[in-house]
């Protein structure tokens, strides 16, 4: 059974770091290219960091720069380094693969990680 389990979240001053990790079951970090995604309330999920297996990494602009993902084979975990956050960074975050786990016919996602970035 595929699992994610994201922590790593909390609340951070604007400017502050964050550093998430997705621990995955199985072997799926080091078959699949992963992703972490993000959903901030009234707003539709959006891929923000991506990493495939030969470790070619790309962005979304609006963290470009910011945020680092990385993963770890060895552990079947993904991390996101986050840095410089702001307030639109605040969101719910989950890892995935890219594209995204179907089972049983429905997109499969972790409980995710809260991020709130507030002064």
Do not use: H
């Amino acid at each position: 059974q595929v699992q994610f389990v994201e922590s790593g979240g909390g609340l951070v001053q604007p400017g502050g770091s964050l550093r998430l990790s997705c621990a995955a079951s199985g072997s799926i970090v080091s078959i699949y290219a992963m992703g972490w995604y993000r959903q901030a309330p009234g707003k539709q999920r959006e891929l923000v960091a991506r990493v495939e297996r030969g470790g070619y990494r790309n962005y979304a602009d609006s963290v470009k720069g910011r945020f680092t993902i990385s993963r770890d084979n060895a552990k079947n975990t993904v991390y996101l380094q986050m840095n410089s956050l702001k307030p639109e960074d605040s969101a719910v975050y989950y890892c995935n693969t890219d594209p995204i786990w179907v089972a049983g016919g429905f997109d499969f996602w972790g409980q995710g990680t809260q991020v709130t970035v507030s002064s």
